[in-house]
T-cell receptor
């Protein structure tokens, strides 16, 4: 059974600092997603990582995937208040019609 | 990105009644997915909706409680039946495209 562990669950950062969110998963998968969710809103797709060694960057966020270690990271560079949100990783569940298993989410708060 | 429209966006319902949530996607997809997000929690997959066959339910979810229809390749409905306050959640539909898995805006259900 695929399990997805995300940490930390809560992260309070100061503006300008860097930090990394980790996403570990328990069984083989070749696709991993990162989403952002603002309070009361749906999920916004940030990154789709499709292969080992994949790295994608958008603004202050960079995501990477190591399928051998079953680990993805979401790195935040020089955080700003607008990045405050909850971030979810989700792993594609192979051989089961393509649905996603989500981590518990990381609630990020960026303070001035 | 894909456009996934869900309605209603929110509803307040009496216990014991049923609510049907509609999901429309902007291009044909083989599978659509329904998720539940309880307050402050992550997303949990309810079922996979296949066009032309019965939905596939995850452990802990049953067809009598969450009947699903998938009449064509761009539309699906989820019914929450015989509601109780424990069903108060956000319900989200999703579809998987080559560019990623996208979500509707969600239906915020409150059962009183």
């Amino acid at each position: 059974e695929l399990k997805v562990e995300q940490n930390p669950l809560f992260l309070s950062m100061q503006e300008g600092k860097n930090y990394t969110i980790y996403c570990n998963y328990s069984t083989t998968s070749d696709r991993l997603y990162w989403y952002r969710q603002d309070p009361g809103k749906s999920l916004e797709s940030l990154f789709v990582l499709l292969s080992n060694g994949a790295v994608k960057q958008e603004g202050r966020l960079m995501a990477s995937l190591d399928t051998k270690a079953r680990l993805s990271t979401l790195h935040i560079t020089a955080a700003v208040h607008d990045l405050s949100a909850t971030y979810f990783c989700a792993v594609f569940r192979e051989r089961s019609q393509g649905n996603l298993i989500f981590g518990k989410g990381t609630k990020l708060s960026v303070k001035p | 990105s894909a456009v996934i429209s869900q309605k209603p966006s929110r509803d307040i319902c009496q216990r014991g009644t049923s609510l049907t949530i509609q999901c429309q996607v902007d291009s044909q997809v083989t599978m659509m997915f329904w998720y539940r997000q309880q307050p402050g929690q992550s997303l949990t997959l309810i079922a996979t909706a296949n066009q032309g066959s019965e939905a596939t339910y995850e452990s802990g979810f049953v067809i009598d409680k969450f009947p699903i229809s998938r009449p064509n390749l761009t539309f699906s409905t989820l019914t929450v039946s015989n509601m109780s306050p424990e069903d108060s959640s956000i319900y989200l539909c999703s579809a998987d495209y080559r560019a990623g898995a996208f979500f509707g805006q969600g239906t915020r259900l409150t059962v009183v």
